[in-house]
């Protein structure tokens, strides 16, 4: 259930009539730890930001804050349907440039969406960063050299993140997705990394055994001994995907 999933879901105009209590108070009931005043303060910045940006999105998404990604062992500060395309949006709360690490934190993170979470499998995903501090500021809509449905992390300040959003809805073709059918997306990967991380184990280049490396929810939703070999392959095999990219540049 998506519940478990995302600490606050709604649909993008329950989002934008949402008082900041009522957004405040299901986060912090539903978060795993101790609420601290700057991660309070955060979700304030976010919440604000989103409200300014999406009116003219209304009646067209959902949205969703603190969004688990298990294999990473992380949350996404917000995941928006609208439309045809999955953003993955990631907040520097107080920050006015945009690093590097920021960059290839946002990008994990649509890359994990898009490679292990199996309604993302065939929608575009587009990586966004916030840098809430910045002003005039918005990056190029552009794929990678891979081609593979997600785009190139996008930079954007806070008042143009509605452009950025247009932009990417302009840029990117797809079937409209359901959020009620996208929320039911279980942990699969992509048959192609399936088939690359079994010959990695056939040949012996990367053979774990068991499900040593799972966390103990995953180990609980894959209970075949087996399977959890193959998914702490996966996982291997996408790390050393993610250690090869090149040329990621700090627009």
């Known amino acids: 259930m998506v519940a478990r999933r995302a600490y606050f879901s709604a649909s993008i105009e329950e989002l934008l009539s949402a008082s900041t209590e009522e957004v405040l108070g299901s986060l912090t009931r539903d978060s795993e730890f101790s609420v601290e005043p700057t991660q309070r303060d955060a979700w304030i910045q976010q919440l604000a930001v989103l409200q300014e940006a999406l009116p003219g999105f209304k ?38 440039n945009f690093t590097r690490s920021g960059l290839e934190q946002v990008w994990d993170y649509a890359l994990d ?67 009620l059918e996208w929320e039911q997306g279980r942990y699969k990967p992509t048959p192609t990394i399936v088939e690359a991380a079994k010959h990695l184990r056939s040949s012996g280049r990367l053979a774990p055994r068991g499900g040593r490396g799972l966390d103990v929810a995953t180990q609980a939703l894959i209970e075949d001994e087996a399977e959890q070999a193959l998914v702490v392959t996966v996982r291997a095999l996408v790390g050393q995907m993610f250690t090869r990219r090149q040329n990621l540049r700090v627009l």
């Open 113 to 179: 969406l898009k490679n292990f979470h199996e309604t993302s499998h065939a929608v575009a995903v587009a990586p966004v960063l916030v840098a809430t501090r910045a002003r005039g500021k918005l990056g190029a809509v552009a794929t990678t050299q891979h081609n593979d449905g997600v785009l190139c992390p996008i930079t954007v300040s806070p008042e143009c993140l509605a452009l950025c959003i247009g932009q990417v809805l302009l840029f990117c073709t797809g079937d409209k997705i359901d959020p």
């Open 59 to 96: 009646g067209r998404g959902r949205a969703y804050f603190e969004f688990v990604v298990p294999r990473l062992g992380k949350r996404i500060d917000v995941v928006l349907l609208i439309d045809h395309v999955l953003f993955v949006v990631e907040f520097k709360v107080g920050e006015k």
